[in-house]
Each structure stands twice: as structure tokens, then as C-alpha cells.
């Protein structure tokens, strides 16, 4: 595929859709989940300059958006809404920041490396 600088680098939104899996404390150890997060990806010095200055957390306050694939409970239909209460609950959560700021790095990086 061509490299289109209309979509790929010249986009003033920049925003991308990906997957974030992470591990959670369970009864019996740990179980896995995933959802989907939005990012605002950043230019290489708007990223360079905010992870001189920012934390991971504070970096995902700015770049992550929105998600889906949130439910209330797990026999839950709908996701629930995004929002800035959501967003913080997320953000709050320390199981779920270093997954979704890896997910984040990776998105700015063009995608996961390969061994």
C-alpha cells in the first residue's frame, strides 16, 4: 500500500481505533479482557516534548478519546457511554493505564514490532 499523506500524515485529526488487551485480578489469579480506545496520535515532537513533561496517565488524559466495548456488567448488552467519569475510572485503574499506554505507544509507533 502507498504511503497517502492526505490520510496518513497530513490528517489534522489523527485519530485511530485499537484494540487494548490487558489482565485483571481475578478469584483464582488473573483473567484477561479487551476493549477498543480511540487515540489522538501526535506528531513524533508533540509526543517527544510530552513524554519529557507528562506522566502515563496525564499523557492519556490528552490522547485517548474515547472506547468501546465497555459494559456495566458482563451480561450487559450495551456498551456503556464514554465519558470524562469513565475516562477517569479508566485512568485510575493502574491494571488498565500501562496496557492502554502501551497500546498507545505502539499506535504513534505505527503498530506493534515484530520478534
Not at 465519558?83 to 509507533?109: G, H, M, R, S
Amino acid at each position: 500500500m502507498a504511503l497517502i499523506l492526505e490520510s496518513t500524515v497530513a490528517n489534522s485529526q489523527r485519530l485511530s481505533w485499537q484494540t487494548v488487551n490487558f489482565s485483571f485480578p481475578a478469584e483464582n489469579g488473573f483473567s484477561k479482557g479487551n476493549f477498543k480506545a480511540q487515540f489522538q496520535v501526535p506528531t513524533g515532537e508533540e509526543l517527544k516534548r510530552e513524554m519529557d513533561d507528562k506522566t502515563m496517565s496525564e499523557m492519556l488524559d490528552v490522547y485517548f478519546v474515547d472506547a468501546k466495548g465497555i459494559k456495566q456488567s458482563p451480561s450487559d448488552k450495551e456498551d456503556v457511554p464514554f465519558d470524562d467519569d469513565i475516562k477517569k475510572a479508566i485512568l485510575n485503574t493502574p491494571y488498565l493505564v500501562k496496557p492502554l499506554f502501551k497500546t498507545f505507544l505502539e499506535t504513534c509507533n505505527g503498530g506493534k514490532q515484530k520478534n
